[in-house]
Structure formats: structure tokens, C-alpha cells
């Protein structure tokens, strides 16, 4: 472990997390319609970055109250997302939480200019194919696509799958990878 | 999202990678008889920085290389471990791969004085409970053997569970919020 590297400021990417609200059947979720750049006028998951002294899941609730008014806790988490590429302002790594929504009413506060519900089978890939969607957050929401049809398809209720960045799209093979083998 | 506050250094944790490294029938994991200070001479799951310009799962494949001459592939996210007091020289933030060995044969290198195969069954509980294992890594040893049980007792071959530092050890509750409800 090159720990000293740590050290040195600048040397390493930024933790920030993402989190999906999705609402009570799953068939919508919650974006934010961005009031500032990058990536101004766009939709994206909500967000932010991860300060020191917090871990991910009080940065998401503390996030989630200032962005929308919610009061959410995690349910799984989607995948960790780190391309360099990600942001244009810096290099950033998300880890992306899946949510449930525990208190409130979504209410656009913060750097959110409003907050939007999105269909998941119906606005969905629109929205993605004419690029309103920041950031690698059509990754982020196609991920989730995929994460909602296992959870559907196991009969326990702990089933979930991970994504990361390089995390090839044809993943049946890597999911065969398994535990019991 | 307070975006400002990650261009300000120290800020936010430092990410880094962690990585379970399982042999064939997933009996014994593989861990590192540390060097260097913190928990010089204890042992741990092997890990370290992430650096700025590379992803979460390449920073785990340089450092395995680094450490153990293994060539790993990911195979799933077991969790994102960020409580501040998990690292004694600063604030962290793991993202903990479970991965495969897709090429080469263990040799201890860089600051791990040795690599040493624990029995998870027989011998993974005993050196937790004699304190033998830095950081936070018996808890994520304990997840690891909670994953471990979930993916083998389901049909599918898409299972697993997330963790994260706060997550509650009863979490069979919070897993029945579910994307099927």
C-alpha cells in the first residue's frame, strides 16, 4: 500500500455519493433538474460530495435533506463509479446508493432548480437517448434498470447486483463468477 | 451539493480500495501480515489508495499486483466502508471488492511481510476475537462471511448483499425493503 501517496493533496479522487429515490412501486425516480454548471439545465441523480469526519450514508441523508427535503435511508448500494471522465471538474468517485424515502415531501432546495419524477419504463431511455442527463448518470440509471429486473426475478430478498465503471455491459458471464461455484 | 467544499483540501476522505481474495471453493481468504505501521504485524485484507487518474477497480488490480503478484478481476462490491475512525492516521473511505484470481500464485511483496491463507470457517473467528486483524477489517470479515452464506443459499447467481459502516447487524428487516415490494 503506497500510503504516503495519500498525503500529498490532489492525488487522489474525490468521494462523493449518488442516491436513487424511486418511489413506492418503483416505477418513477426522483431527479433533479441542475441550477448550476456543469452540466446547468440538465437532469441528474441527486448528489454531492462526502466531507471528512461523515461517512457516505450521512453524506446521502444529509445531501438528500438539503437537495430535495427528504429523509431517506439506504437500501443497497448500486455500484461505486470512479471513470476520471465522470465530472468535467475534477476526478470524482461516486458511491451510488440505492434509497428508500422514510419521512417528507420532495421539495427542490440547494443547487436543484426543481425536482422531477421519472417514469422508468416510459421516459426513461428517452430522456437518455437525447442526452438530458448529466454526468455518467445514464450509466448510473441503466445500472439501476438492470439492478430493479434481478431484484424482480429472485425469489429471496436479498438479491442485488454491484456495478462499477469498467464493469463490462455483457455481465451475465461475470455473474456466473459466484460464491457457490 | 456543496461542490465547493471538495476543492478545498482535506476535505473529504481519502478512497481507497480493500479486496477479498477467496481460493477456489471460497473456504479460505487470503490475508496480509502487515509491515508497516498501523497494525505492524497484525494482519489484514489487503488494499490501499486510490490515485487520482485511475478507477476503484484499477487501483485494486495495481495494488494486488503490488502485494500479492495476483492478476484479480472484480466480481461484485461487498460495500463502501467509510466511518471515520476506521483508519487511526486519517479519514478513509473503502470501496471492498470481492474478487477472483484470474492469474499467478501469491508472493508477499511492497509493505506486506507475508500472505497468509485463514481457514474462514475454522480460523477466520479466532483471530478476530484474539484482535489480530487492524482497521475495521473484522467487520468487513464478518460481511464478507454474511455475503458468503447469502449468495449460497440463493437460486440465482445474481446475489448478494451490500454493507456499509452504520448498516445494522439485523439487517433482514431492512432487506425486506425491497425493489419487489
Excluded at 77 to 98: A, E, K, N, Q, W
Excluded at 158 to 177: G, H, N, P, R, Y
Aim: charged fraction near 30%; aromatic fraction near 6%; glycine fraction near 4%.
Amino acid at each position: 500500500m503506497i500510503r504516503e501517496e495519500a498525503q500529498d493533496t490532489h492525488k487522489n479522487p474525490v468521494p462523493a455519493v449518488d442516491f436513487i429515490i424511486a418511489n413506492e412501486n418503483n416505477s418513477k425516480i426522483l431527479l433533479v433538474r441542475r441550477k448550476n454548471d456543469p452540466f446547468k439545465g440538465m437532469l441528474s441523480i441527486p448528489g454531492g460530495f462526502i466531507n471528512e469526519g461523515e461517512t457516505a450514508e450521512d453524506a446521502m441523508r444529509r445531501e438528500a435533506k438539503e437537495e430535495t427535503s427528504l429523509v431517506l435511508e439506504p437500501i443497497a448500494i448500486l455500484g461505486v463509479y470512479s471513470d476520471p471522465r465522470r465530472d468535467p471538474r475534477m476526478h470524482t468517485l461516486s458511491v451510488t446508493f440505492i434509497t428508500r424515502i422514510v419521512q417528507g415531501n420532495e421539495d427542490a432546495r440547494d443547487d436543484a432548480a426543481a425536482l422531477q419524477w421519472v417514469k422508468i419504463e416510459d421516459e426513461l431511455d428517452g430522456l437518455i437517448q437525447s442526452k438530458q442527463i448529466g454526468f455518467d448518470h445514464p450509466k448510473i440509471l441503466n445500472d439501476y434498470k438492470r439492478w430493479l429486473k434481478s431484484s424482480r426475478s429472485s425469489v429471496d430478498s436479498s438479491s442485488c447486483l454491484t456495478f462499477w465503471s469498467t464493469k463490462k455491459e455483457q455481465t451475465d458471464e461475470a455473474m456466473q463468477v459466484k460464491a457457490t461455484e
